[in-house]
């Protein structure tokens, strides 16, 4: 492996990480050589992937942590120096959407749990982590955030909103942490077939409908996200922060045209 992309001795704190993009990435990572840190809410789902990481010859640490909570989210980077001596990485992936509908339809309740996860989550994570960062010489803060963060999406408009704020919060954090070798960026990804996205692609014409928005004619993979992250986490990345790098099939360039 190029040593531009090797993670060997680095460590990775990756949110939402028992399933989908964030599992995607967290076997990326390993393979790169990373120690990496899993993290979700749900204990037994993330034991699963540490021991298929383990099993590869990875080495992966799994612990159980809701974004939401400043005391889970310190206890999880606690955790992570323990067992590996600091924070190198880390991937903001976690994120939830319990409103479905028109913007009008949703309650506070609808906005205060998605920023609470998708904005505040994404910053309280990267505040645990960017002392260890700046204590072992920088780092790399990757964000997911989303083309409904660029362009509204029908039914997603509380989402579309935390997203957006996810792609502001991205460049603030790059310009201000840039002198301590801190970059920060986000992976922007468009239709990615999950169990987050399972109800519009397990409905045939839902899918018909959304593969039509997309020139490459289909969803993605959550493999297929892999390599921008590697990218992002590696010294490849070296002169880049504050990017927003769309991951869609072409789908916000069919919007315009």
Not at 107 to 118: A, L, M, R, T
Not at 160 to 168: F, G, L, R, T
Not at 183 to 206: C, E, M, R
Request: neutral net charge.
């Amino acid at each position: 492996m190029s040593e531009l992309f090797n993670l060997t001795g680095k460590v990775a704190v990756i949110t939402g990480a028992s399933r989908g993009i964030g599992e995607a990435i967290a076997h990326a990572y390993a393979r790169a050589g990373a120690s990496v840190v899993l993290a979700s809410r749900k204990q037994a789902d993330l034991d699963e992937v540490a021991a298929e990481i383990t099993a590869a010859g990875g080495r992966a640490l799994a612990v159980a942590a809701h974004t939401g909570s400043d005391e889970a989210v310190n206890a999880l980077v606690a955790r992570a120096t323990e067992a590996f001596g600091g924070v190198d990485i880390v991937v903001n992936n976690a994120a939830t959407n319990p409103h479905f509908g028109p913007v009008m339809t949703a309650e506070e309740s609808h906005w205060d749990k998605i920023f609470d996860v998708n904005v505040k989550g994404y910053f309280r994570v990267a505040k645990a982590c960017a002392a260890s960062m700046q204590a072992r010489g920088g780092g790399k803060i990757i964000n997911i955030a989303s083309v409904a963060g660029l362009h509204p999406q029908p039914g997603m408009g509380v989402y579309c909103v935390s997203k957006a704020a996810v792609i502001m919060l991205t460049q603030v954090l790059a310009a201000e942490l840039a002198p301590h070798n801190i970059q920060v960026n986000a992976i922007a990804p468009g239709f990615i077939k999950t169990k987050f996205s399972q109800a519009l692609w397990d409905n045939p014409a839902l899918y018909a409908g959304i593969t039509k928005l997309i020139p490459q004619g289909r969803m993605a993979e959550p493999e297929e996200l892999t390599g921008m992250a590697l990218y992002l986490a590696t010294a490849a990345s070296s002169f880049t922060t504050g990017g927003i790098f769309t991951v869609d099939g072409g789908q916000l360039i069919a919007t315009v045209m």
